[in-house]
């Protein structure tokens, strides 16, 4: 009994999601390419002579351009399988190097790491709202200078015998 969950240790393979999909696209490149290859075999008989006895046209090069495509991405496929297989295989034995973490010490470092988030979103916060604070004292002090200074160079500039104009009209005399 021994040896058998040995061997089954042996064949234990994980497979992820990304290897399935990916197994999935090199199944069909593969079957892309065998259709391509079926399709597009020249045929064993020589081309016939041209027109007035001129040479035959020559071949038609499509076909190969498609085979060229198709198998690159047969090869690139199968190459991302097992670039995935891989992957897989490092990050199992990672994961079984690495000493599990206990459920409450891992709540416990979540726990820590939502309150330091929260006090440093605070003090962003914080630090946001009194910037925009000075921002807009500033603003208001430059804009009420501004207005001071603006009345004042048209004060300068006007003659002092500037016709005053009332707001209201009066009303006319009945």
Known sequence: MAERSHVAGVFNLQTSKLLVVAIIIATAATGALVVTLFASMPSGQAPGPGPNGMPPPPPDLRPLAVISVVTG????????????????????????????????????????????????????????????????????????????????????????????????RNPPPR
Do not use: H
């Open 73 to 168: 991405l047969f090869v690139l496929s199968w190459l991302a399988v097992l670039v995935v297989f891989a992957r897989d295989q490092v990050l199992r034995q990672i994961r079984a190097t690495q000493p599990p973490t206990p459920p409450g010490e891992l709540g416990d470092l979540l726990a820590g790491l939502r309150t330091e988030i929260a006090a440093d979103r605070e003090r962003d916060l914080s630090a946001l709202t009194d910037r925009l604070a000075d921002l807009t004292t500033e603003f208001g002090e430059r804009r009420e200078t501004d207005g001071y200074l603006n009345g004042m160079r048209t004060a300068a500039a006007e003659p002092p015998e500037a016709k005053v104009r009332a707001l209201r």
